[in-house]
T-cell receptor, first 114, second 116 residues
Framework: DGGITQSPKYLFRKEGQNVTLSCEQN?????MYWYRQDPGQGLRLIYY???????QKGDIAEGYSVSREKKESFPLTVTSAQKNPTAFYLC?????????????FGNGTRLTVT | AQKITQTQPGMFVQEKEAVTLDCTYD???????LFWYKQPSSGEMIFLIY??????QNATEGRYSLNFQKARKSANLVISASQLGDSAMYFC?????????????FGKGTLLTVNP
């Protein structure tokens, strides 16, 4: 079945450590996204990518970095510069960046930093 | 100002009854799209239904329909014949056609509880 795989489901890190969240899709979608979700909040866009080797900052990119070396993969690194990294992270993809193409989401990674 | 407003933090409905989840939006674009997503406790976001601003008919997908009132800038989700499995968070989202057309902007969600 086609879909988006995020791993791991739960991640625990000490403050000051960088951590990388994995996101893989086999939907052959061009566009990929990372969103952050905090309790009682909607989703906020961290980074997005329209094609391989190209990505753009979203609304809350500070303290995060991404890469898009392959169409299928869009890993997110949460760096030590991110002041409040504890959150639920959702990766998504869509056929195209604009228009009526819905986003398809993975199951998310819950990151806890202590 | 918020782009997407969901005024109901929580809603309760009896099994087999219909329920309406409210969503109002703010945009100056003429062309835009509205999406509804369901998020069960497992965390995955599930796409439910889409309405384009130029669509003349209200969108429907199975038990889901969208009550689109363009002049009032509202896009309410109607779930008919509620089931226990419908208990989840529901998010309304919008994609505009202007400078930020690359992203979906989400509301804060409504937690729906279906009672047996």
């Amino acid at each position: 079945d086609g879909g988006i795989t995020q791993s791991p489901k739960y991640l625990f890190r000490k403050e000051g450590q960088n951590v990388t969240l994995s996101c893989e899709q086999n939907l052959n979608h061009d566009a990929m996204y990372w969103y952050r979700q905090d309790p009682g909040q909607g989703l906020r866009l961290i980074y997005y990518s329209q094609i391989v080797n190209d990505f753009q900052k979203g609304d809350i990119a500070e303290g995060y970095s991404v890469s898009r070396e392959k169409k299928e993969s869009f890993p997110l690194t949460v760096t030590s510069a991110q002041k409040n990294p504890t959150a639920f992270y959702l990766c998504a993809s869509s056929r195209q960046l604009t228009g009526n193409s819905p986003l398809h989401f993975g199951n998310g990674t819950r990151l806890t930093v202590t | 100002a918020q782009k997407i407003t969901q005024t109901q933090p929580g809603m309760f409905v009896q099994e087999k009854e219909a329920v309406t989840l409210d969503c109002t939006y703010d945009t100056s674009d003429q062309s835009y799209g509205l999406f509804w997503y369901k998020q069960p406790s497992s965390g995955e976001m599930i796409f439910l239904i889409y309405q384009g601003s130029y669509d003349e008919q209200n969108a429907t997908e199975g038990r889901y329909s969208l009550n689109f009132q363009k002049a009032r800038k509202s896009a309410n989700l109607v779930i008919s014949a509620s089931q226990l499995g419908d208990s989840a968070m529901y998010f309304c989202a919008m994609r505009e056609s202007g400078g930020s057309n690359y992203k979906l902007t989400f509301g804060k969600g409504t937690l729906l509880t279906v009672n047996p």
